[in-house]
């Protein structure tokens, strides 16, 4: 990869009030907002012209309008179907991972359907683990993981279609 983006971004959508991604996305000039739920974060999607809806940091289950159905990507810090499904995210994975005594972990960005961590599989990228890593280093090195991981995902989205994702499982 020549660790290009060839997506757009055309707004940026928070659930949490003051997420340091508003600000961020502010900054490079993009149409930011603070939505609660689905209800409302769908009635500012419709405002623009989107063919993914990509999910970062959000905790809840999301319900995308029907044209978007097969279109929100997710990214979780393990790797599927390894320490995923609800009650999984943030800390909570990584102190899963350490107290199983894992020596691998890593990241995985999926297609979201209406059940946690459940759709296909895009990208996956695995980190090594040592004995003296604790919850926080691991999550460093996933984070670290996740952050070359949904560059690449996106990357293969648009040079493969939604559909191929779909399809091939």
Known sequence: ADGRLRARVAVVIANVAGARGLEKAANYG????HAV??????RIL???????IVLAGY????TPPESLRRAV????????PSFCG????GRHVHEAVK???????????????????QGPIVVQKCVPLDDEDTAD???????????????????????KGIDFFWNRT
Do not use: M, W
């Not at 993009?30 to 907002?33: N, S």
């Not at 419709?46 to 993914?52: E, H, R, V, W």
């Open 59 to 62: 905790l809840k289950l999301y």
């Open 99 to 117: 107290a199983r005594g894992c020596k691998v972990s890593g990241c995985t960005v999926h297609f979201a359907d209406e059940v946690y961590d």
């Open 46 to 52: 419709a405002a623009y012209d989107i063919d993914l």
């Open 37 to 42: 739920g689905s209800e409302e974060a769908n």
């Open 30 to 33: 993009y149409p930011a907002f």
């Open 137 to 159: 280093t691991i999550a460093a090195k996933v984070f670290a993981a996740e952050c070359e991981a949904y560059p690449e995902a996106l990357n293969l989205v648009d040079e």
């Open 86 to 89: 609800a009650g999984f995210y």
């Open 73 to 80: 990507l997710n990214i979780h810090p393990s790797l599927i």
